[in-house]
């Protein structure tokens, strides 16, 4: 998995800001559009003036900030404060729904990744589906309340993964990313950036915002979803991730997403 500045690829410029103008003067309170997305697909950083929930129904996105990534793959969503400047990149073949809601109605002050419930994917499509010129606009209110409460109790997941912004250390975090190593140890990377460790361990968080053994749990699962999702064996992920055996990465995978790798999957 390749982390770079996001560069545009494969985006029609103009058709995405057109894109953005028709989003941002959207009169409805929520205003959902579909979309299908080839892998690979980068675009510019830009930001909307609404709040947004953006879900993965197939495949898996990564959308970054300055100093931070948020992996969404399937089943889940990014909850998108308005204002946020981001770009995202597809990691694979994707089909996404995204819902823009008026700050009034659904402000939030962080981004975050979030499980989608079965009620919220099928509350999404029915908007998507629905085109002007509306036959039945008290049923299409009423979905849209519905959506709306039902997206202030989406569950919280742990897919977010902060960047640093000291150079040197974001080069090591983006080298782990290309190949995590869940025994990485803190005197490695303090000795590849010449600190002692608790040099080392302080700097990282300050930079972060959380321990170097929390970032490198998060930079394992952050690597290994798109390769499940893709279909490789959870074997050879757990292996290719450093893990000594499969019970070592389920038991990691368990506690971060709440489920083992297996069940996770079927569930999605």
């Avoid at 204002?83 to 008026?102: F, K, N, Q, R, W």
């Avoid at 150079?167 to 869940?182: G, H, I, N, T, V």
């Avoid at 959870?234 to 292996?239: D, E, F, G, K, Y």
């Avoid at 290719?240 to 083992?260: K, L, V």
């Amino acid at each position: 998995m390749r982390f770079t500045e996001f560069p545009t690829i494969g985006v029609d410029l103009d058709e995405h800001r057109q894109s953005l103008n028709r989003i941002d003067a959207a009169q409805e309170p929520l205003y959902a559009i579909g979309r299908s997305y080839k892998a690979g697909m980068r675009s510019p950083m830009h930001s909307h003036r609404k709040t947004q929930l953006w879900h993965a129904r197939r495949g898996v996105v990564v959308v970054g900030t300055s100093d931070r990534r948020w992996m969404i793959p399937p089943g889940h969503g990014l909850i998108i404060p308005a204002g946020l400047e981001h770009a995202s990149e597809t990691m694979s073949p994707v089909e996404m729904l995204s819902i823009y809601v008026d700050t009034q109605l659904a402000f939030v002050e962080r981004p975050k990744v979030v499980n989608v419930t079965t009620l919220a994917a099928n509350l999404m499509d029915e908007l998507v589906r629905d085109a002007p010129p509306f036959p039945k606009p008290r049923r299409r209110e009423l979905i849209m309340d519905l959506l709306l409460d039902e997206m202030q109790q989406l569950p919280e997941v742990p897919l977010g993964l902060p960047f640093p912004n000291d150079p040197r250390l974001a080069a090591a975090c983006r080298a782990f990313l290309e190949a995590p190593r869940a025994v990485a140890s803190i005197d490695d990377w303090a000795a590849t950036l010449a600190m002692s460790r608790r040099s080392f361990t302080r700097f990282f968080r300050t930079q972060t915002g959380v321990s170097f053994v929390t970032w490198r749990q998060q930079a394992c699962l952050f690597a290994s979803l798109p390769r499940l999702a893709a279909g490789h064996s959870i074997t050879s992920v757990a292996l290719d991730a450093g893990y000594e055996n499969i019970a070592a990465f389920t038991t990691m995978f368990r506690r971060m997403m709440g489920s083992p790798p297996r069940q996770y999957l079927l569930s999605r």
